[in-house]
């Protein structure tokens, strides 16, 4: 490592003594682990206290983590100069300061007597929590213990009604920081679930008000020190954010698989901290509400569901139900009173739980099976209630395929959770549609298990099939129903990518989603499962338009399954096929064109859209009596909607064939060129009625719409009809080729065009 010695213009590094003893401590930052982390506190203080020497009336204090003797590789000092107003502290304190900045150090730094320090820390509570971790570097050790003995004391007496304040603090660090668990680069002190949660904990614990630092969150605490460690070991400086590019490094520095392992063992450490944080602030509301009730009198214990009753704001179980022998489905009945409730279940009922419960049979008794499905209903509740239950490991006696689900990242940038938090949640979103199908049960669990192959070798839609399966004959259904199950998760992304990726004016394709999914009910059911689903990946996964063209498909398959006959394809607008040629119609999201019928129109009216900055996301190309028609629908590509006047003015020049216009598209098309990942081409022989499809895979780039038909018009295809779908940073775009299929030799050079277009 590079030393942080900073040395002067002529190369020397001044102050012999303390700049080579700083350099032994941070010249050559590094080691992992508790040992390394006392270690290092060790030679700071011993760095420190020859900076100072021992005098009474004047003591320095380290906060922070030089405080806690907790220090990382490339940590901050956060030193107090203590005194008893003695003269000379403003001279003796930049004695303190400058050998510390000439090392390289970044320092907090405070000048206080006891009183301004109290009195600081009383108008803030951050100042506070800080003088708690308060330790005696070298000094006036009477002066320190002052300090010491009466800001914890202050805090003991003021924290219950601190609390309130701190959270809303808190709250706002979560809001703009994220939930560590749930995040790819997630921040580990700031966001939730972090380091500084910890010290929310740390300081709940000094006031008494919980044991809020049990052995499972101290040892979530120090695996989180080690990956800040390591992280900082790995950059080469301070930093708290574990980003993409870090984390194969600092697993390997952990002894750990890979990054995933990293990020699943960070996820698990983050929410067990959320979740003791969540049940100390209960402990503290408590508290506070007795306190102003006056400590008079027992709380009432209130029953709201056989075996479980309410007490003091929290379910315990009843009296009745500890003395018996438990019901394995006691567990799944406590979870489901909370998730209906919303209240939370006490600590000491989930160990009880954990620890008595027995497993459940196989199959489940029917009344676990009603209890599954009240908890996977509950809506709002349903997430709180099953965190709280996995934490304590009951989820894992429910379904044994948790543990590989819990903590899974996802990469797809669309997903804002953990695998295992995004099917509880597509569980509670599915909740909303409930009331619109025929088996309201089956959503559920069909919404908690649709994702359930992924990680495994394959296609998780097909790997997650028997998987999911096993499941629900486990928990107790027929085997019809089982095999119902299945299907949804085998298709659970079929309408969402034929509505995005064909053409559904196409009985081809009406007619082979219909043969999919065999019956109104599971339609329904896929319809509900599929806005679930995207509801619960993040606000990238669904958009109006999506939701309309899945709509819009399932309306047509519907009359199929109904009625046997497969819709008619629309009808053009009346309005195109009259008037004067060229006619140009801007509609909301529809951009319609007629126009002389001629090659490369398709291509010349998605480059004059990608001039302006809108994204099409579908396009039709017909010719009705002798007259070429295109029509699209169309998204502004940066939220903006361009100015329609001249919009109109060039697609009406573009597609009468003005060259000017074609000049500045082709000039924006060569600007986009060079970006993007390794496209692919992928053919489908029988997926339309008179059209074979092409099917370009690519990174999407503005006007690559237009790159692509154009090269297609000049190898010689015509194309009838585009859908775009957008993935994140990538497209699939489907083409239908008109002509019939093409020979080997033709495919090579249509895919050769492509290709170079992208």
């Not at 508290?287 to 709201?304: H, I, K, M, Q, T």
Request: net charge neutral; proline share 6%.
């Amino acid at each position: 490592m590079t030393s942080l010695i900073k040395k002067d213009a002529s190369g020397n590094t001044g102050d012999g003594d303390a700049h080579l003893l700083i350099n032994e401590v941070v010249g050559v930052p590094g080691g992992i682990g508790e040992a390394a982390r006392l270690a290092r506190a060790a030679s700071y203080d011993t760095f420190l206290r020859r900076l100072l020497p021992g005098r009474d009336g004047v003591a320095l204090l380290a906060v922070g983590g030089l405080g806690r003797r907790q220090c990382a590789p490339y940590s901050d000092l956060d030193l107090v100069l203590l005194h008893a107003g003695v003269p000379g502290t403003n001279e003796l304190a930049s004695s303190i300061w400058y050998p510390i900045w000439d090392a390289g150090l970044r320092l907090d730094h405070s000048v206080r007597t006891v009183a301004e320090a109290l009195s600081v820390a009383q108008d803030d509570v951050k100042v506070a929590l800080g003088l708690l971790d308060a330790r005696l570097v070298v000094g006036d050790q009477t002066l320190a213990d002052a300090l010491s003995r009466t800001a914890a004391d202050h805090w003991r007496r003021t924290a219950v009604r601190h609390l309130p304040g701190l959270r809303e603090v808190t709250t706002a660090r979560w809001q703009a920081h994220g939930e560590l668990a749930f995040l790819l680069e997630g921040d580990l002190k700031e966001a939730a679930g972090g380091l500084r949660d910890v010290g929310l904990l740390r300081a709940i614990a000094a006031a008494g008000i919980t044991d809020a630092l049990r052995p499972a969150v101290r040892a979530a605490h120090l695996r989180l020190l080690d990956t800040r460690d390591a992280l900082h070991q790995q950059v080469g400086r301070r930093v708290d954010r574990l980003v993409a590019q870090e984390r194969d490094g600092v697993a390997a520095l952990l002894g750990l698989e890979d990054g995933d392992a990293l990020l699943r063992r960070v996820a698990g450490d983050a929410r067990t901290v959320s979740h003791a944080l969540d049940d100390a602030f209960r402990a503290a509301d408590r508290l506070r509400s007795g306190r102003s009730r006056g400590g008079n009198g027992r709380s009432a214990r209130r029953p709201v569901a056989r075996d479980v009753v309410e007490h003091d704001g929290e379910l315990v179980l009843a009296r009745t139900a500890i003395g018996a022998r438990p019901d394995p489905s006691l567990s799944l009945r406590m979870a489901a009173a909370a998730a209906t409730t919303r209240l939370p279940i006490a600590r000491a009922t989930c160990e009880w739980l954990a620890a008595y419960c027995p497993p459940l049979p196989a199959p489940w008794p029917a009344e676990a099976r009603a209890a599954l499905t009240t908890l996977l209903g509950a809506g709002p509740g349903l997430v709180p209630a099953w965190e709280t239950c996995d934490r304590y490991g009951l989820v894992d006696g429910w379904l044994p395929e948790w543990t590989r689900l819990r903590s899974l990242p996802q990469h797809n940038p669309v997903h804002r959770y953990t695998l295992d938090r995004h099917l509880v949640q597509t569980a509670h979103e599915a909740s909303r549609h409930a009331r619109e199908v025929e088996r309201p049960d089956l959503l559920l669990l069909g919404a908690l298990l649709h994702d359930i192959g992924k990680g495994l070798p394959g296609d998780h839609s097909t790997v997650g099939v028997p998987v999911a399966q096993a499941a629900a004959a486990r928990i107790g259904l027929p085997p019809g129903e089982v095999e119902l199950i299945g299907t949804l998760v085998r298709l659970h992304l079929l309408l969402p990518d034929v509505a995005t990726r064909r053409d559904l004016s196409d009985p081809v394709t009406i007619a082979s989603v219909a043969e999919a999914v065999g019956d109104t009910g599971t339609l329904d059911l896929l319809h509900a499962l599929v806005r679930a689903d995207a509801a619960a990946t993040g606000p990238a996964a669904w958009s109006d338009w999506k939701g309309r063209l899945v709509a819009e498909l399932v309306a047509r398959v519907r009359t199929a399954l109904d009625t046997g006959v497969l819709p008619e394809p629309p009808a053009p607008d009346p309005a195109l096929l009259a008037g004067p040629l060229p006619v140009v119609h801007l509609t909301g999201d529809r951009v319609s064109v007629a126009a002389a019928d001629r090659r490369g129109l398709l291509a010349t009216v998605a480059g004059c859209l990608a001039l302006h900055r809108l994204e099409v996301i579908s396009a039709d190309a017909s010719v009705v009596d002798g007259r070429a028609l295109v029509e699209c629908r169309v998204q502004p590509r940066y939220g903006l909607p361009p100015d329609p006047v001249p919009l109109r003015a060039d697609l009406r020049r573009a597609v009468g064939g003005d060259v000017s216009v074609t000049q500045r598209l082709r000039g924006r098309a060569l600007a986009a060129r060079g970006s993007g990942a390794a496209p692919r081409v992928v053919w489908h022989r029988e997926a339309a009625t008179d059209a074979v499809l092409l099917e370009l895979r690519a990174a999407d780039a503005a006007g690559l719409l237009y790159r692509v038909t154009c090269a297609l018009d000049e190898a010689g295809a015509l194309v009838r009809a585009a859908r775009i779908s957008t993935l994140g940073a990538d497209v699939v775009d489907a083409f239908y080729l008109v002509g019939g299929w093409p020979d080997d030799e033709a495919r090579a050079r249509l895919e050769q065009a492509v290709l170079a277009a992208v």
